[in-house]
C-alpha cells in the first residue's frame, strides 16, 4: 500500500476547521497545516443498518446496548436529553452511568445533571458526577491535539475526561447518545426552511474564515455536492453525512486517546425514508426518537434540546481574542463562547506545533 501523500496548506486548514471544526470532511482529507502534522481520519466502523420506522429504530438500538452489555463492563454517558434517556432503559440494572457538570466559580451555568439522576433512577442504574473546570481545557487540549493532529472540538475535553474516569472505575466500552440529532432530523434551527448554497454556508458555518483570519480560503466543494434539483441544499442528508463525520471524529478522538472502546448506537443507523420536513417544521423534530422516548418515559416529559453543556461563553468571557499574526485584530468582536474557543484553540495549536 503506497504512503498517502499530504499537501501543506495552513491557511487552508485554518479556514477549514473555522468552517467545520475539523479539516477531514468527506474525500478532502489530504490536507495538513504542516508536514511534520499528520491528521487522523476517524470512522465509525459499525455498519449503518437502515430503519424504516420508530419500533425498527428502537430493536436496533437495544439490540446494540444489550450486546455491548453482555459482551464488557459498559457505562453510558447519560444527558438531560432523549436520546441518552432512551439507551439507558435498556441498560442492565445497577450498571453505571456518567454526566457532565460545567463549573464555574459563582455563576449558575446550565446543569443537566437533576434531570440525568431521574432518569437513573427510573432505570435503577447508579450515576455519577464528572465536573468540568477551566483547568481540564488547559490540561487536555494540548494532548488531544496532539492525539488528532489538528484543533479540536471544546465537547472532546469533557469526553477525554468522563473517558479516563471510566476507565479508572475498570469500564471497557463507553455508550452515548450522539447521532441521533444529525440522523433523524433533530436539528430543527437547520432544517427550518430551504436554502441555497451562499445562504447554507452562512447558516452552517461556525465562523466564516474571513471575519477572523487575514488570509482564508473559503472552499465550497463539500457543500456543492448536496445541491438537490431545485438549487437548494438538501440539509438533511449533508447533516447525517458531513456533520455525522465530524461528530464521529470528536466522539473517537476522545475516547480513542483515553483508551476506550466508543459505542454509538443511534450512528450504527440509517433513516431509510426521507425525512418529514412538515413535522419537524411543525415542532415534532426527530420524531421517531420522540415516538421512543414517550412509551418508555409515558410519565416524563420531553426536555428541551440542549448541546452537551460547556461553560464557554463565562470561561472564555474576558479573553481579549488572538495575538498572532494570521488573525485580524478584535476578531472575536461579537462572537459566541463556542466560536470564540475555536478561535482560541486554533491559536493554541499553531503555538502548540510553533507554526
Known sequence: MTQKQYIENKTYCMSKFLVFRN??????????????????????????????????LEECLRKEVQQITNSKKTALALSGGIDSAILAKYMPKNSKSYTFKCVVPNIEVTDESKIAKKYAKECNIDNEIIEIFWEDFNNYAPILMQHKGMPIHSIEIQIYKLALQAKKDGIEALIFGESADVNFGGLDNLLSRNYNCIEFVERYAYILPYKILKKSELDLTVFLKYIDNNGNINVHNFLRNVFYQEAIASYTNACTCAGIELIMPYASTYMGVPLDYSKVRAGRNKYWVREIFEKNYPNFTAPPKLPMPRATNEWLQNWKGPTREEFLPNCIYNLTGDQKWLVYCLEQFLNQFNL
Open 23 to 56: 479539516i477531514n470532511i468527506n474525500e478532502d482529507n489530504n490536507y495538513t497545516f504542516s508536514s511534520e502534522i499528520i491528521p487522523k481520519s476517524f470512522s465509525y466502523l459499525k455498519e449503518r443498518q437502515e430503519v424504516y420506522n420508530s419500533e425498527e
